[in-house]
């Protein structure tokens, strides 16, 4: 059974870190991109950054630059989404999606997790 489950999300404080993880089972994540997109209520889902094949990162929201970061574990199966310096506006529900390309577009992957709740507030 293909399945990606997002963890690792939670209450943190403005300018504090979290670490998102997206572990996937039935394939194997180094033969995607991962993309990590983000829901905010009564938003879109947004693109954020994206982990090519080959190791290649591009940034879709140019407000996490800087601060966000994203990383493999090939050996874990697993994707890392690395938050730093983080913002009440950073608070969304995180989905890791699975394709073949990188993409800003959520409905060009094909394989989605159910999403870890950030929430960024004193």
């Known amino acids: 059974q293909v399945q990606l489950v997002e963890s690792g999300g939670g209450l943190v404080q403005p300018g504090g870190s979290l670490r998102l993880s997206c572990a996937a089972s039935?394939?194997?994540?180094?033969?995607?991109?991962i993309g990590w997109f983000r829901q905010a209520p009564g938003k879109e889902r947004e693109g954020v950054l994206c982990?090519?094949?080959?190791?290649?990162?591009?940034y879709y929201d140019d407000s996490v630059k800087g601060r966000f970061t994203i990383s493999r574990d090939n050996a874990k199966n697993t994707v890392y989404l690395q938050m730093n310096s983080l913002k009440p506006e950073d608070t969304a529900v995180y989905y890791c999606?699975?394709?073949?390309?990188?993409?800003?577009?959520?409905?060009?992957?094909?394989?989605w997790g159910q999403g870890t709740q950030v929430t960024v507030s004193s």
């Open positions: 999606e699975a394709g073949p390309l990188c993409s800003s577009w959520a409905n060009e992957y094909d394989y």
């Open positions: 039935g394939f194997t994540l180094d033969y995607n991109a």
């Open positions: 982990i090519g094949r080959s190791g290649v990162i591009t």
